[in-house]
């Protein structure tokens, strides 16, 4: 039996309750814009002995990660995408185990890549794109409250503050940088342009130059910037984190000799697409990088949060040390941490809260849906699947199965399915005609069990291959007759930057009640 499939032994653990690109933008923005000691290779073999970890680091789609450390804990955000609630935020002790523990953004107010998590004067800030349009929240913590939105009126992506001898400025995709007011909250000076790509090799296979991503670091009298080039997706070696360096947070820049600082070398590499990388300290003093990238095999999962060690060079660079890659064991970054399983975004829909693992498509509602006493109930929305605005929650085992008990009133059509965007998901659905398989391209199979308005709906990914099976109550469990195929639902087929995820979702009329909604991170089958 492999090994992903769920046994006896491991039952206990899983049991508890119209598209504008990035390339077209960082290309017309741009075009419209007027430790300090060498870690040795038997400091990386303590790893035989000392607690390792493994990326990811955040498993399923969290690309874009913006980490900074405040005090003991780190915090990280990133981009929410067309999700609400957006800009999560999450903690950390150690750099490896992240729980979410706040939402910046409690509605939904546009698209929203690439944030910037930051603090100032001892007040936190997140800037970020909605819509194409520079934002900014703030708070004095980083569990909030956090601020309403203030436009900044910015037509760019990717921001990035720093700030020097109290100016404060923001860099952006397409090397542009403005100077912002003391408050942080408006523009002072308009974006200009402040750096150049870094050359990339003639015979790289990269999607496109794309300079993006720039993230800012003050370090012993230099200024380092980050960015991103080579395309967000595409061939596996697109991606990349570029470096530079100056004695001024605006320029003029230097680039590091150790460029690119991290890259995926081969399509025979497990991780692709490697890119956006942000540095981050321990209180113990040393340096590490978190990054995104797709997983060989498994785009659909979106890009994965990773974690690479930095080691300090004599004549103050900073690159990944020798041997070390996205896929090796690499020890833990504070002592006495190890790493703990994934989360598990099983719900029993027990409090009067939605839990943080939740977020529904292009909107916020909370007129819509009550929880608490075992129970989701939620109001169906728009006539079919493309306007239901469906709850979802992103995962990112390679195999694992979803389970909901769905009860509908008269008139409401809904569901238990992998939802990449409006027009491709695939699942089952429960209407009054019964239940059936919905396939990708919106297909639906034959009806069975017309009539029924309450059943236990299964859902089996058997690394990307899908089976289907359902329940009504007081009867044993039937397979559906289709299967399905999912490999290929993601950005390089379907667009958008987005991941496949288990979601619910309630049209037509009335509502539908979902209970005991189980994730089991392997192949689960009903016996």
């Known amino acids: 039996m492999p090994a992903n499939r769920f046994t006896s032994q491991s039952a206990g653990r899983y049991t508890d309750p119209a598209m504008i690109t990035r390339r077209n933008f960082i290309q017309n923005s741009a075009a419209a814009s007027a430790a300090l000691a060498l870690a040795s290779r038997s400091r990386l073999a303590f790893a035989d002995t000392a607690p390792v ?169 230099w200024f380092y910037m980050n960015v991103a080039e080579g395309g967000t997706a595409g061939a596996a070696t697109s991606h990349s984190v570029v470096s530079a ?59 994965q949060a990773l974690l690479l060690p930095i080691e300090w060079t004599p004549d103050g660079w900073f690159r990944v040390p020798a041997g070390v890659t996205p896929d090796s064991a690499i020890p833990m970054p504070v002592p006495g941490s190890w790493q703990q399983p994934q989360l598990d975004p099983s719900d029993n829909f027990s409090t009067p809260e939605l839990g943080l693992q939740w977020a529904f498509w292009r909107e916020w509602d909370a007129a819509r849906f009550t929880t608490g006493n075992g129970a989701l109930a939620m109001q169906a929305r728009g006539t079919s699947l493309a306007d239901s605005s469906p709850l979802t929650t992103p995962v990112g085992a390679h195999s694992y199965t979803v389970q909901v008990e769905v009860e509908a009133t008269p008139g409401c059509e809904s569901g238990l399915i992998l939802f990449y965007n409006p027009d491709h998901a695939t699942g089952l659905i429960l209407d009054a005609q019964g239940v059936a398989v919905r396939m990708a391209n919106g297909y639906h199979q034959r009806r069975e069990l017309k009539g029924v308005t309450k059943a236990t709906l299964r859902v089996v990914n058997d690394r990307q291959e899908l089976d289907f099976y359902y329940q009504i109550p007081g009867e044993g469990w039937r397979k559906a007759a289709a299967s399905a195929e999912v490999s290929g639902m993601h950005h390089n087929v379907l667009g958008g930057f987005l991941d496949l995820r288990p979601a619910l979702y309630a049209c037509g009329a009335g509502q539908a009640a979902f209970r005991n909604f189980k994730y089991w991170p392997v192949v689960n089958e009903p016996v």
């Open 53 to 221: 970890y493994r990326n990811p680091i955040i498993g399923g789609d969290h690309p874009d990660c913006s980490p900074i450390r405040v005090g003991e804990d780190f915090y990280l955000t990133h981009s929410s995408f067309d999700y609400a609630p957006g800009l999560l935020i999450w903690h950390s002790r150690d750099l490896v185990n992240w729980k979410p523990v706040a939402a910046a953004l409690r509605k939904f107010y546009g698209t929203v890549w690439a944030p910037y998590l930051c603090e100032y004067q001892g007040h936190f800030y997140i800037y970020y794109p909605s819509d194409g349009v520079l934002n900014v929240v703030h708070a004095d913590h980083p569990m909030g409250p956090w601020s309403e939105p203030v436009s900044l009126g910015i037509n760019a992506i990717d921001p990035a503050h720093i700030a020097e001898d109290g100016h404060r400025y923001l860099h952006m995709a397409g090397g542009m940088m403005a100077e912002l007011n003391a408050d942080g909250l408006s523009v002072k000076v308009a974006p200009q342009k402040n750096f150049e790509a870094w050359p990339f090799p003639a015979d790289a296979r990269i999607e496109c130059v794309c300079l993006e991503a720039p993230k800012v670091l003050e370090h012993n009298g």
């Open 245 to 303: 360096r100056s004695r001024h947070a605006n320029g003029p820049w230097e680039y590091s000799p150790y460029n690119p600082i991290a890259h995926t070398k081969s399509r025979d590499d497990r991780w692709y697409s490697v890119g956006h990388g942000r540095l981050v300290d321990t209180p113990q003093g040393k340096w590490y990088m978190t990054v995104h990238a797709y997983e060989n095999g498994f785009r659909a999962l979106g890009r």
